[in-house]
């Protein structure tokens, strides 16, 4: 029996917007608030001479994330799961509490990012719209059944491109920025390393990887099919779908980075601005330089991108502990059927909304994330990579010889950054 078939007739606009999905949702919540506002550091800092790094995370993202979305429509489980059956529990639940911690910094940050850029927009208090967005989000997730919030998360990434629009709305040298795209010149020192290090870890972040491979398990079971791996033949159309919607959403999620980059290093730093902490305050930047409507469309794409990462932030943290702890995990569940799994989701955000309270610098947040992300994510790609590889979990769809190769490069990549952030971070502190 193959149940992954689909109808193949229809508008071939209709057809793609039917492929996409998991991929593309994650792939666009990688550009959040906190991306931005590195993406905005890395392009005023250092003007064009960081655009190449947007092309070298391409192919291992889409390697990593096909990765992670195989594994989880194969074996009908999500990560957390996979990794429970080849290493002793205390190591998932030590990673996973990283992730958890790492993905509540990363909340707080976006959220306070969205509180600010709204009072910019139109006044009034940021905590209060920070209250707002962080209530809204949780009760979406808690309330409204998968199938009916996916459309939503889907719709949200149409605001990424606010940050393609306002490219068009400054002067851009193109053919400078194209060169300084393939051959950069930049003086390389410790600041241009550690720059670089930042971009490859706000691209490729673990709870990516655990979002998208749940995100195929829910998909899986609200379609009311099986895991690949329990199929005697078939299967191939859905693993041919996976590889169109995460290599689109992978591809728009570097697109709008190289906007970003462009965007910062055209405005910012061709006039002298250099030095930028959030993604508000680079939108504050451009508006005496770049004009009102550039600052209004960067300053609504960060409320935009945060309304679609939080619930990614918080809801693959749920995922993984309720996976590593035998808990029922899905978004599709009523709350009282779930309980655990959607205390999860609401503890980190508002955990994350009363971070800003506390008078921490978001800048600090984003750093503990970063330097967490990095820890988390070389050894979760490793394990990654063995599951793909096995063939007792993996079955008939264990990954050819090219996505193993092109994820372990990925790995390797990751970890000689990890490395180099954790050096960084050691010397200054």
């Known amino acids: ?77 999500g990560l957390a799961a996979n990794v429970m059956q080849m290493t002793p529990r205390w190591l998932v639940v030590a990673l996973v509490s990283l992730l958890v911690a790492a993905n509540t910094f990363n909340i707080a940050a976006d959220i306070a990012a969205m509180g600010e850029a709204l009072s910019l927009v139109i006044g009034g208090l940021s905590h209060e719209h920070a209250l707002i967005f962080a209530a809204t989000s949780t009760l979406l997730q808690v309330f409204v059944p998968y199938h009916r919030y996916a459309p939503v998360l889907k719709l949200l990434t149409l605001t990424l491109f606010a940050y393609v629009a306002t490219a068009f709305t400054v002067e851009i040298p193109w053919s400078t920025a194209l060169l300084a795209s393939v051959w950069p010149r930049a003086h390389v020192n410790a600041d241009y390393l550690l720059m670089v290090v930042a971009v490859l870890g706000t691209t490729i972040s673990p709870y990516l990887f655990f979002w998208q491979a749940s995100q195929e398990v829910e998909e899986m079971k609200g379609k009311a099919r099986r895991p690949l791996r329990e199929l005697s033949r078939g299967g191939d159309p859905e693993l041919d779908r996976i590889k169109i919607d995460t290599t689109v959403g992978m591809i728009l999620s570097n697109t709008i980075a190289f906007f970003i980059i462009l965007t910062t290093a055209s405005v910012l730093n061709a006039n002298g601005v250099t030095n930028i902490d959030s993604a508000t305050e680079a939108a504050e930047a451009l508006r005496p330089l770049a ?139």
């Open 1 to 77: 029996m193959n149940d992954s078939k689909r109808p193949a007739s229809g508008k071939p606009q209709m057809v793609l917007l039917r492929l996409l999905g998991p991929g593309l949702v994650t792939g666009a919540a990688d550009d959040d608030p906190s991306g931005i506002a590195t993406y905005s550091q890395a392009g005023a800092q250092f003007g064009y001479a960081l655009l190449w790094t947007v092309f070298l995370t391409i192919p291992f993202m889409i390697a990593i994330q096909l990765v992670s979305a195989q594994i989880g429509r194969v074996t009908g489980k």
């Open 291 to 429: 004009g009102d409507f550039t600052f209004a469309l960067f300053a609504l794409g960060i409320i935009g991108t945060g309304l679609l990462a939080i619930p990614v932030l918080a809801g693959s943290a749920a995922y993984a502990v309720s996976e590593a702890f035998g808990w029922r995990a899905t978004l599709e569940a009523k709350a009282p059927d779930a309980v655990q799994f959607y205390s999860i989701i609401a503890a980190a955000t508002v955990i994350g909304f009363a971070l800003g309270f506390t008078g921490i610098d978001p800048i600090h947040m984003l750093v503990w994330s970063a330097v967490l992300n990095g820890i988390v994510a070389v050894p979760i790609m490793a394990m990654m990579m063995a599951i793909v590889s096995n063939e007792r979990l993996m079955g008939r769809f264990k990954a050819r010889s090219w996505l193993v190769a092109l994820g372990w490069m990925g790995t390797a990549v990751m970890a000689v950054a990890v490395v180099a952030l954790l050096w960084s971070s050691a010397g200054n502190s």
